[in-house]
């Protein structure tokens, strides 16, 4: 065990790539935990857990290697870490990621980027972009390549994973307008891109009222056209809440590529204001 721990330091050390879970090449095994969540999320999810306790930091950038094979399907998840210097930007963090279905072939790699700080999350932990599959497809296995910056040392990686494909309303494509309106445009609302979901989930917390002065307007980071975008409002919901440890969405309104606005945090005075979201903390009420 002494002569793998020491292979690995040394991989760290001249910036080559070394696979966790690879058999009989004189590597170190890292299995991850593995904790099915459907019961609790009440719709498909898993959550694996890395351990890295005698990982080396690097005086160079390093590149860390780890994969899962799911026992539930997922359309999409983020990735959670800690290091030994929690005062790192996230965005000098990140990765390749692919996907596929059982046996199937693997899908183009999407590249990554650390996204929120550890005292950003109630977690305490790192997290990555939402990464979704393609098409918003279900897929049962993953691998990613993380990118560490010099110096730093991994000890904890999370990878939380949900399907949440879901039947949701039929319902009328806005499409963006030209010129200028001064009606309220059609908002979906909650219920409506939530689908069959577990309703419970979407109300039970209670929001802050704001005044509204200014907005803040700013890009997923998810796929331009997809199939459907509230699935992918849906994965972003799971993401903050089940991810990050937030109460609910952290956006207020999120737009997807035809125009149409979705309902974003909780708010039960949508008519006449606004609420304070998680996204931009403080930013949002001033």
């Given at each position: ?62 590149r ?10 997922f359309t999409?998840?983020?990735i ?28 183009p ?35 990613i ?37 001064t ?9 409506e ?34 199939a ?31 125009g ?9 005075w949508l008519?006449s ?11 949002n009420?001033?």
């Amino acid at each position: 065990m002494t002569r793998n721990r020491r292979l690995i330091s040394r991989c760290l050390f001249i910036n080559i790539v070394f696979c966790l879970p690879v058999v009989g090449q004189g590597f170190e095994t890292f299995t991850p935990a593995i904790a099915i969540q459907t019961e609790e999320r009440g719709y498909p999810s898993v959550v694996f857990e890395w351990t890295f306790p005698h990982l080396l930091a690097g005086p160079v950038t390093t590149r860390l290697s780890f994969a899962g094979s799911s026992p539930v399907d997922f359309t999409g998840f983020a990735i959670g870490w800690q290091t030994d210097n929690q005062s790192v930007p996230p965005d000098a963090f990140s990765f390749d990621i692919r996907s596929r279905a059982a046996g199937a072939e693997w899908s183009p790699l999407v590249h990554l980027h650390g996204y929120y700080a550890p005292e950003e999350s109630p977690s305490g932990l790192y997290w990555s972009n939402i990464f979704i599959t393609d098409a918003g497809e279900a897929h049962r296995e993953f691998e990613i390549l993380m990118h560490v910056p010099a110096g730093v040392r991994v000890t904890f990686a999370k990878v939380s994973a949900a399907d949440v494909r879901a039947p949701f309303q039929e319902r009328k494509t806005v499409g963006l307008q030209k010129g200028r309106s001064t009606e309220e445009p059609p908002i979906i609302t909650r219920a409506e891109w939530w689908g069959n979901l577990p309703p419970d989930k979407l109300s039970w917390n209670t929001p802050t009222q704001i005044t509204i002065t200014h907005g803040i307007i700013h890009h997923s980071v998810t796929s331009n056209s997809p199939a459907d975008p509230a699935q992918v409002v849906r994965q972003i919901w799971d993401w903050h809440v089940n991810g990050n440890g937030w109460m609910d969405i952290g956006y207020n309104f999120l737009v997807d590529h035809f125009g149409n606005i979705y309902q974003g945090r909780h708010n039960p005075w949508l008519s006449s204001t606004d609420v304070h979201g998680a996204h931009a903390g403080a930013a949002n009420s001033r």
